[in-house]
């Protein structure tokens, strides 16, 4: 069992919906929840951070957090084409590292 | 204020070579974790250094080994290429081992012919 799961997609979805991606951990103890964004050809770049159960929001950006359940999610409303790109879980574990997940490809059909 | 800079971007190399790649970590961060990201696939964790000294390792060879400079930049080396080494090598810097200000360089693409 990978430590980080994600769908790898690619998830399309029309200009102006909702795109709603998930991520598993396995980690119980896993402290920090992330959300990175990696256009093609370029590096991660941090969107969200999460640490307590429950929403998070910032602008478009929705993150969700049910630790019981071991889920993390990303939800971004209005959706627009510029948003296209890999979309990246990671978690910080108990053992003080940052795990990443395969991530999910998303393409934002105008 | 100077992102995390890596060098070179780009690099080729033969099987059984041997290639260095430095690291320049964000101005205030003092420690420094590779990953390497073969195509299509997550960031895989590699290690991390804080304070000189390797502090995390994740399931690599030891062909993969590393260093860290007193002003926090730092090298990862890679012994005896193999084919299965070409990818996108990442750097990230934080502060005091915070995950929460994993800042990324732009990465080394390696590729091994």
């Known amino acids: ?110 | 204020d100077a992102g995390v800079t890596q060098s070179p971007t780009h690099l080729i190399k033969t099987r059984g070579q041997q290639v260095t790649l430095r690291c320049s970590p964000k101005s205030g961060h003092d420690t420094v974790s590779w990953y390497q990201q073969a195509l299509g696939q997550g960031p895989q964790f590699i290690f991390q250094y804080y304070e000189e000294e390797e502090r995390q390792r994740g399931n690599f060879p030891d062909r993969f080994s590393g260093h860290q400079f007193p002003n926090y930049s730092s090298e990862l080396n890679v012994n005896a290429l193999l084919l299965g080494d070409s990818a996108l090598y990442l750097c990230a810097s934080s502060f005091k081992d915070r995950g929460s200000g994993y800042t990324f360089g732009s990465g080394t693409r390696l590729t091994v012919v």
Do not use: H
């Not at chain 1, 991520?23 to 990175?36: A, I, K, L, N, P």
């Open chain 1, 1 to 110: 069992q990978k430590e980080v799961e994600q769908n790898s997609g690619p998830l399309s979805v029309p200009e102006g919906a909702i795109a709603s991606l998930n991520c598993t951990y396995s980690d119980r103890g896993s402290q920090s929840f992330f959300w990175y964004r990696q256009y093609s050809g370029k590096s991660p770049e941090l969107i969200m951070f999460i640490y307590s159960n429950g929403d998070k929001e910032d602008g478009r950006f929705t993150a969700q957090l049910n630790k019981a359940s071991q889920y993390v999610s990303l939800l971004i409303r209005d959706s627009q084409p510029s948003d296209s790109a890999t979309y990246l879980c990671a978690v910080w574990n108990q053992g003080g590292k940052l795990i990443f997940g395969q991530g999910t490809e998303l393409s934002v059909k105008p």
